[in-house]
């Protein structure tokens, strides 16, 4: 062994000393170099220089060639030719050949040559496919990101495929798809693929030749619907197969057209079209009815996808056409011999009498079927029976139709049943002359508040006061009444004595019943054959019995409860009449009050309707003191409406209190003998008819009575129409419904109510304010309302007690003298326009006595506004026990100056016009509400 | 709670010293004060179940009934006060006040005192912070209003107490308002 190692050494040695080597390499083509010796093998014959695996080819340039060449040659001298058959040099590398025989090597002095690949070609191939052709097999021609379209007819395709796939390669030719799974070309129009690729041996692609304009031929995808599908009884739904474009017509309805079996009474092209959701959108008819279980087919036309194309495609939904048949909605008891039913849909044929019949207990004496049935509008049929039949008063009802069929067919097969709906005539009502006063009683015809004609003015729920909730604020109210149950909202009362929503009279208390008088003013259910009728007879009520517990906590409770869903709270109680003293008011009341004006009806503010006083003709324990409704501090509020009473004869009730703050005055009547208001009294033998107290002018049902008077009737009227107005119009701010109350308020005893026509065109008289409510008038005048006051403003801000802007006046006023001190008070830039209300603090002092101040009852005073319009506050009076109050910071208001202009001077009059004592007229402040 | 036997000592001893009817007390309305009489000889009762007719021998019941409440004149040796006062101590439950006049004669309207204080607090006072206060002078939440932002009806005893609650939480210059929660004479028209 170690003989061989020796003898392989010297041979080494040996073929080292002859100093043959490479003496350079050079490139020829892709394929070819020459290596080229230092020296002849002659010397040393070696025949190994031809055969090709004696060399081994290296390093970067060396690209796909073998490491041996596929043949070698002796080119000329001691250069060899060697050939490789297949691959390239990469081009731009260094090569190095080994000769293996003599174990030498050589590099390269330059770089190798490879063969750039090019683009050949590219063409469209599908609406989401294209070909590229390439001159060689790629390293990386199946990474889709290196290729990259771009041009006009790109379209919704991405800028890079989703997958490129090798082909095959023919000759020149290797073929590699590219595919996307979304978007579009644009038909017809040229795109440019691009490429960034390398062939096998790591040439990239050439520069010049890496792009390829292709036309996307007929390529492009139409849209179509995919999906059609009935989704409620006025809607289909339509699914497109790709996303449209949204201002492109696909949102027109009059691109699309329903047909089918089932297309009913449906318009050709809808009314309205609306997106659901990505490719999908809503088909809704305003009216019409499709026919149930029948096909619907939608034909789209006209709106193109994002690319523009247009869609003509027709899809149905087989067999899903939905109708219904018709149903009754409601009916409603007319008169004792007709009923009025409201059907979903038209019927065919709206005449037939024995498409309905009629059962229940309230039936009467009516046939099953009515004898005429007359269309009405908005789907209201009336059916008529023979007038000398009648139905029973607050029974029950039932009403089925059958075999009828609305206009596409479907037929009838439907049954309504109602309690406590059949139609009785209120059997008082004849007797209710504040709500039609036809000179029963001796009245006078027409004096009433003209509701008659409200309630006849619609045929459905729209005109009795639905809706409406009132707030009975009194000593209670018997909510299983007969003739109120119907109407009291079940839970929304508050009794203050049991702290509970359980309100009823206590069994103990059997005099009490002011507040159920009051509600059955207000809101007696109507056409139930029993008892009288409300002046908004479907209104809601609640009660709240804070007189049974009359403190400040509870009153204003009372005031602001659930002031969100209340919409009038009705106030027939204040401070104790008759005695010809002010009476202030807790400054937690105001508070309440302004609350409810803010924040009550969810900031419309809170309708409060407000008792102005019985105390004209004094009282049993004064009877010479002669109250003015100025001077209670509720009843002279300005967040509140003061109400007067009137009687049959259209005349000022002889108890009702007559003041500048009146707004509005209504029916209270006279006394029971005289006959008063009809209404609700407790049931039974208890309350305002109470054994003892029950006089023989009232009615034998002692769950009524005829003895209610007083301004605690009228408030209640005023309330009902108020109802009326905010039904009419629910978005009434608190200011809109005393304007329009005011605006429509009829004059009444022309002659005897000192009536002055105010700066605003207005007609006002202390004794009635602005007249007598009429509610046709006011209703008809709150549906077309339009006027908008606006923020209300409070010039100069609002009064505050001590009052913070008061004037002083300290003048003597002379006694006995009707001249009086006056002060004027020049209003400028006070931002108002109009005027609605004024208020005016005043405080004077007697002179010679402070102990007993008995002064205030000799004294007279009056505002006189710029326009010339003469208020009177107060007049001399006598007091209980001969004892006024001081006008010691007395706020009086006054109404009479709504819709003036409040801009110059008001002048202030306090005259002293009985004798004896003596005064001072300290200070004085006004404000003036307006907009 | 030793503050107001106290007080109602004092005003006792003073009742049986004064003339009837000349006794006043002061109380806030909003920012104003006001002046009150009492009226010796009449107590009101707020409970439909009377203990006062049974009690005091020889009270009458004076104009009538409202509502619930009764005002009961009182034998001519016997003081509002003290009736009042006693009856409180008698029957625990018992709703019992003088009877006080904003004249200064008998024959004015009448208020009386069923218990409670209504007062407000600064708008930015929390309900936390409200209690916590009123804890801090031994007092109690009855409800929160609902007619003004942070109204309270706070606990007091029915009568005398109830002013004394009052003026002493007004007094303190950290409410808007405190005045005692007044019955009066309200009518139906």
Known sequence: MKKLTIFAVLLSLSSWCMAVTIDHVDYHSSKQISVTFSDDFDDVPDARALVAKSYILSNTGKGTLAASPTSVALDSGTTYLMTWAAGEMFNGGPLTIKYVPLNITGTSAGTATGVLPIMTNAVVTGPRAMTVVFSEKLKDGTLAANYTLTGSGLGTIGAHPAKAVAGPCISVSCYYSLTWTAGEFVGSDMVEVTANVKDLAGNVINGDMDDYNANTGPYSIAPALTKVAVTGLRTVDVTFSEVMKSDDGVLDATNYAVSGTGVGTFATNPDTVTLVKANTYRLTWASGEMLTAKDITIAASTATDLVGNPVNSTKSHLKGGKGTPPTILTFDAKSPYRIDVQISEPLLFPTVNQYFTLSGTGKGSLAMYPDTVTPLSGNWYSLEWDSDTAMVGNGALTIAIGYCTDSVGHICKHTLAKTNVGFGVDPLFADQWHLSNTGQFSGTTGEDINVVPVWESCEDNTCRGEGIRIAVVDDGMEITHEDLKSNVVVGGSYNYLTKNSSLAYSSKDKWSGHGQAVAGIIAGRDNNGIGVKGVAPRASLVGYNFLMKGTDANGVNALTRSAAINHISSNSWGPPDGYGLYWGAPTSFLNAITTGLNTGRTGLGTIYVWAAGNGYSGSMECPGCVDNSNEDAYANNRGVIAVGAVSNLGFKSSYSEWGANLWVSAPGGEFCGDHAITTTDRTGAVGINIDGIYSADDYSNRSYTKCMNGTSSATPIVSGVSALVLQANPNLGWRDVRYILAKTARQVDVAGGEWTTNGGNLHFSHQYGFGVVDADAAVLMAADYEDNFGDEIIFPTPVTLPATNAVVVNEAIDDNDSNGVTATKSITSSGIDKVEWVDLVVTVLPGNSTTMPTYSGDLKVTLTSPQGTVSTLAVPHSCYEDVCDNYLLWKFSSAAFLDEDPEGDWIINVSDENATQTGTFVSYDIKIYGH | ?189
Do not use: C
Not at chain 2, 152 to 166: D, K, M, W
């Open chain 2, 1 to 189: 709670m030793k503050k107001l036997i106290l007080l109602t000592l004092v005003l006792t001893s003073v009742l049986h010293a004064a003339p009837v009817h000349k006794t006043s007390y002061h109380w806030y309305d909003g920012s104003q004060k006001k002046t009150v009489w009492i009226n010796a000889e009449l107590v009101g009762e707020f409970d439909e179940t009377s203990v006062v007719q049974p009690s005091v021998q020889g009270a009458q019941q004076v104009r009538g009934q409202f509502g619930t409440t009764r005002i009961w004149r009182l034998p001519k040796n016997q003081l509002s006060a003290n009736v009042a006062s006693r009856m409180r101590q008698q029957h625990a439950r018992a709703s019992v006040s003088p009877v006080f006049h904003d004249r200064n004669t008998p024959k004015a309207a009448f208020r009386a005192l069923p218990g409670d204080v209504i007062v407000v607090f600064k708008p930015t006072w929390s309900d936390a912070q409200i209690k916590n206060w009123l804890s801090g002078l031994n007092l109690q939440v009855v409800e929160k209003m609902t007619h003004e932002k942070n109204a309270y009806l706070v606990q007091s005893a029915p009568g005398l107490a109830s002013i004394a609650t009052a003026n002493r939480i007004y007094e303190t210059g950290q409410v808007v308002s405190s005045s005692p929660n007044w019955w009066s004479e309200r009518e139906a028209k």
